[in-house]
Structure formats: structure tokens, C-alpha cells
């Protein structure tokens, strides 16, 4: 009790005499919150006390009742209501939290390419989409339609934009997973593995446990009977009840999976399947992997700006590791998404990869499926990708979905692609995503009449001094909202000393020195 009493006068006094500098270099201004228990600081003299109602009524614009932290996770929980201190404290956390974006937490990087390819444009207003930026936690929507993009909309300044930006990295959460699977058609195209037949029958790591020996079909399609190790919803190993995605495949298969026998064959949503598929395609194609995701993301994609897939937590040296949350900026996504899209079209080898997983997906069986969420809508689940969507179940529509609103729908017979970034999915999914794939007209010309604008080709010097400007702008703001929030709430993500991170623990909103470990 002495240590909190303690800390509430400090931060009184700290609170009352910050200033520092907002990411433009000017002065932020002070308010008090709408309740006057705290101090709100804001950038280009906006401030977040003025409520403005939700059309979803998921979040105020402005909050009254401060920050929640929902006692502590790293996501927002799906089901909850935040306001805009919430959302905005964990955009915060998505862009800046646990040191994410610093190298030791990028397990495999890709640079941008020095030949990005380029949109073209034919842009229109929709009101709509205006208004759901201003009132939910949308960061990001773009529609690309007959080879150029007609919607381009991010958050204004006065909303989020003071922290997300163009530039922004943000994470994909469970969209990565058919990212993962973009690249193993891509390993099977470059001859490391055979075909989605392939037995996984030559690994060692994975032997004694369920996935030894199967099909690799069975594993991109969810249905490697593992539901009795893996807990689907919290993402948790049952046995020992750790989050999977802070541990290595090499701790969790010689642990947790260690003789561990095959269910039945059925959709199983998990994250440690995907996880598996990532290692699995890093140990066939070895020492040539990072090879691999260049000419795929530089050379193909033609990315503009570094991408990478984040690492875990709690692994050594050594160990065979891969995670599926990957990070880019919002026009990458769309960059990859296009190229999915032109595969698919023009049919590459990695398009006859996407048409085969397209043919062999599988009914998610699910009690009941729901047209307003996006993961409850498809029926059909196949390559870890999204299918069957309401009112276009025959229809070859996929769908790259994650946590919180990142997603993209892609429609390869008519040319059209959907993406969205988020804090929370509490925006209009189906006026947003939905309804424009569902009812947009065939495309006007074929993939093979569109004119792609010409690859800019960038001076390496250029580039150099480019992302030195950016990495540079990147410090700056995260070291003024980890200020930020440090003043606010009296606490951040902090090192424990042995290079995991720590999350501090919150009673009645009063932060109580205790930290623990971060599982």
C-alpha cells in the first residue's frame, strides 16, 4: 500500500509538468480526461475528450471512463466494447509494444525491393467509408478493381493518424496464415517439397509426434486431428497450457506433442499447425529459404518497404522456430494480395498451387454461420485460406482473415480485392468487405488487357537514405507514445533482463509493482 500511495503522487507530479514533443516536433497539448481523474496529452491541438457516438456502437470517438487494459493482455478481447483512449493505448501496444519492430524480434526479414511495382488509380469518394473511419477502429481500407485501386481511405489525423501512418507496419495476426501458405505454393514451385500430397515423412523434429507421417494437405487444411493438444480458441497447448505462439516448434514437439497420437481428420482451427507448416517449409528448403521469401516478396510482389515475420518470445539458438504474424505496410498487403490474385489469373505454377487448394478445401462444419463476422461467414475452409462466403459459396473467393479486422477478400473471377487494417473489428464488415465482393460486377477487361505501370527502379543510395529517414521517423514516434502511455498509466513493456519481455499488473486501474513473465 506504501509503494501505491507512493506511485500516485509521483505520477501526479509527472504527469502535471510532461511535455515533450509530439512526432511532428511540436509541443503536445494538455487536457484533463472527461471524468478529470487523469491528464491527456494530444498532438496538433486535438483532443480526445469530445464523445461522438458509433454507428456499431462498439467505441466511443472520445472516452469518459479512460483507459482499459482488460487486466493486462497484449489484444483487445473480441467481444469487447473500447473506447477511443482503449483503442488508441493499443494501437499503441500493435505498433510499439514488447519492442516488435527492433531485429532481435524479426525472425525473417525481407528488404524492400529497389524495383517496387506500382498502383494505378482511379479513385472515388464513398461516404460510408469516410464515416467508418471517423467512428470505429478502421485504420485502413483500400478496393482494387479492374487493375487500379478505387478506394483509398486511412485514418485521419484527428482520429488515429497522428500514430498510424501509410508507413506503418502493422501486424496480420491469423492473415499471416495464408501468407504462410502463399509461400509454401511457392517452395513446392521451386521443387523443395513435392506437392500437397507430400507426406511429411522426413523430419525429424516431428517424428513420434501426430503430424509425423501425414499428409501435408491435411495440415494447410486444418484437419490434422490435433483438437485434443491444441485449444483452438485461446490458442493455448492443453497440456501445459502455454500460449503457442511464444514458444518454438522444436520446445513444443519435443514437449507437449511428444508421442502424441492423431485425432480424426476434421477442421480443427489452430495456430500451431500453421506454425508447423512455416518450419516445415524452412527445413526443406534450408539454407535457401531466406532466398526463397526474397524472389517471392522483392522480385514478385515488389514490395516498397521492409516486411518480415515477427519472432517468438521464449526460444534458443539453434531451434527449428516459425511464426505466421507477419508484418507490412498497408499498400504490401495489397501488394501481395494482387500477386495472389495475378496468379491465380495468369495461372503460374503458384496459381495451379492456389486452384488445387481451392478444389480440395473442406466444410468447417461449424454450428452456425453468421453473414456480419468476417471468420463466421465462409463455410469452407482450404490451404489456409477463407471459402464459401455467404451468397457466393460457388463462386472462387478467398479470404485472408485476422484478429481485430485485418483481412482481405479476394475475387479471382471478376479482378476485385478488399483490404482492411484495424485496432478492433467493430467496424461494418459486411457494407464494408462483404458486399462489394458479393455484388461487384465482372471485371471490364481481362488480367492480360491490364496495364501495369512501370516498376520504378530506385538508386540504392536513395533507398539507403530512404529507410534511414524512415527508421529514423519510426524512433522518434515510438519513443514519444512509450513516453506517452509510460505518464499515463505508469507502466510499459519492459525487459525482464534475460530478453523476455514482461507485462505489469493492474488492480482497479492502480498499477501494482508486480511483473511476470509474458506467455
Known amino acids: 500500500m506504501k509503494r501505491i500511495i507512493i506511485f500516485l503522487i509521483l505520477s501526479f507530479f509527472t504527469l502535471h509538468s510532461y511535455a515533450g514533443s509530439c512526432p511532428d516536433g511540436s509541443d503536445p497539448v494538455k487536457s484533463i480526461s ?23 456502437s462498439s467505441s466511443s470517438n472520445k472516452s469518459s471512463s479512460g483507459i482499459d487494459t482488460y487486466g493486462g493482455i497484449d489484444e483487445i478481447p473480441g467481444s469487447a466494447n473500447p473506447n477511443y483512449e482503449t483503442l488508441k493505448y493499443y494501437l499503441h501496444k500493435y505498433l510499439y509494444g514488447n519492442g516488435l519492430q527492433d531485429s532481435n524480434h524479426r525472425l525473417y526479414e525481407v528488404k524492400g525491393s529497389n524495383n517496387p511495382s506500382n498502383f494505378q488509380f482511379n479513385l472515388r469518394e464513398d461516404n460510408f467509408v469516410k464515416k467508418q473511419m471517423q467512428e470505429t477502429a478502421l485504420l485502413s481500407y483500400l478496393l482494387y478493381e479492374d487493375g487500379k485501386i478505387v478506394i483509398d481511405e486511412i485514418t485521419p489525423k484527428d482520429r488515429f493518424g497522428d500514430m498510424y501512418t501509410s508507413s506503418s507496419k502493422h501486424g496480420s495476426a491469423s492473415l499471416g496464415k495464408s501468407i504462410v501458405s502463399y509461400v509454401t505454393g511457392h517452395a513446392i514451385c521451386a521443387g523443395y517439397i513435392d506437392s500437397v500430397d507430400s507426406k511429411l515423412d522426413d523430419w525429424p523434429l516431428i517424428q513420434n509426434t501426430l503430424y509425423h507421417n501425414q499428409k501435408l494437405i491435411n495440415l494447410l487444411n486444418m484437419a490434422a486431428g490435433d483438437e485434443r493438444y491444441v485449444d483452438g480458441n485461446s490458442g493455448y497447448l492443453t497440456k501445459s497450457r502455454r500460449w503457442i505462439n511464444n514458444y518454438s516448434i522444436t520446445s513444443i514437439m519435443n514437449n507437449e506433442l511428444r508421442g502424441s497420437k492423431k485425432l480424426n481428420s476434421r477442421y480443427y482451427y489452430n495456430n500451431l499447425v500453421t506454425n508447423t507448416i512455416g518450419a516445415y517449409v524452412v527445413f526443406k528448403s534450408g539454407d535457401s529459404f531466406q532466398e526463397l521469401l526474397d524472389d517471392i516478396f522483392q522480385n514478385k510482389v515488389g514490395i516498397k518497404d521492409d516486411v518480415f515475420f515477427r519472432n517468438h518470445m521464449n526460444t534458443s539458438f539453434g531451434e527449428e522456430n516459425f511464426w505466421y504474424h507477419f508484418y507490412a505496410t498497408r499498400s504490401d498487403f495489397l501488394r501481395i494480395g494482387r ?8 495461372d503460374t505454377c ?48 478467398i479470404g485472408l482473415n485476422g484478429f481485430g479486422g485485418q483481412g482481405m477478400l479476394i475475387d479471382f473471377e471478376r479482378g476485385r480485392i478488399s483490404a482492411t487494417q484495424a485496432i478492433h473489428e ?24 491490364v496495364k ?35 505518464k499515463i498509466l505508469g507502466v510499459s513493456d ?18 501494482i509493482d508486480f511483473c511476470s513473465d509474458y506467455d
Not at 455 to 478: F, M
Request: glycine share 6%.
Open 350 to 397: 503458384v496459381g495451379k498451387y492456389l486452384k488445387t487448394i481451392y478444389e480440395r478445401r473442406i466444410n468447417k462444419n461449424l454450428q452456425h454461420y453468421d453473414l456480419t463476422f468476417s471468420d463466421q461467414n465462409p463455410e469452407y475452409y482450404g490451404g489456409q485460406f477463407h471459402m464459401g462466403y455467404q451468397g457466393m459459396k460457388n463462386r472462387p473467393v
Open 34 to 56: 472527461a471524468d478529470g481523474t487523469y491528464f491527456v496529452y494530444n498532438c496538433d491541438g486535438s483532443s480526445n475528450n469530445d464523445v461522438s457516438s458509433s454507428t456499431n
Open 339 to 346: 500477386a495472389i490474385l495475378h496468379d491465380w489469373q495468369n
Open 452 to 486: 501495369q505501370p512501370a516498376r520504378t527502379i530506385i538508386d540504392p543510395q536513395q533507398l539507403i537514405l530512404e529507410n534511414e529517414a524512415k527508421q529514423e521517423s519510426y524512433r522518434k514516434a515510438k519513443k514519444y507514445w512509450i513516453d506517452y502511455y509510460d
Open 426 to 449: 467493430n467496424f461494418n464488415w459486411v457494407k464494408l468487405v462483404h458486399e462489394p465482393i458479393r455484388d461487384g460486377k465482372l471485371a471490364s477487361i481481362s488480367i492480360i488487357e
Open 494 to 511: 519492459i525487459d525482464s533482463g534475460e530478453g523476455k519481455p514482461q507485462i505489469c499488473k493492474w488492480a482497479s486501474h492502480v498499477y
